[in-house]
């Protein structure tokens, strides 16, 4: 059994804290087609209440989170809600089961960034 997962949290850069009800979608990509596996809302840090994927479903291939940014920022009356950000994909391959795959993301209404964390 693999022993690795994947977590993901968000930090909302506009107004300087975690991105609390921000909808996100897990899915797998297979042969390009997708294969929508969960969908999760954070909670007030940022955070998943746990990991999007461990144990028997977390498998080698490539997978997406996609991040309901406009909503989120809707949510929060930010005035740029949607003009230019309407949801953020974010596609990565996971090699090692063993290993802990983390996809933070920080974004505002106009802008966005990534990296793997741990």
């Known amino acids: 059994m693999p022993t690795g997962k994947l977590t ?9 804290c975690p991105a609390a009800g ?13 294969e ?18 461990q144990g028997d479903a977390f498998q080698p291939g490539l997978y997406q989170l996609t991040f309901a940014v406009a909503d989120y920022f809707a949510s929060r009356k930010h005035p ?21 795959y983390h996809v933070p993301l920080l974004v505002s209404p106009w802008s966005y960034s990534t990296y793997r964390g741990s």
Do not use: S
């Open 8 to 16: 993901t949290h968000v930090l909302d850069t506009a107004h300087g």
């Open 22 to 34: 921000m909808a996100i979608t897990l899915t797998r990509l297979v042969d390009n087609q997708p």
């Open 36 to 53: 929508q596996l969960a969908n999760f809302t954070t909670n007030a840090d940022g955070r998943l209440d746990g990991p999007a994927l």
């Open 80 to 100: 740029d809600a949607g003009r230019f950000l309407a949801t953020v994909p974010l596609v990565f391959n996971i090699e090692d089961t063993n290993q802990h």
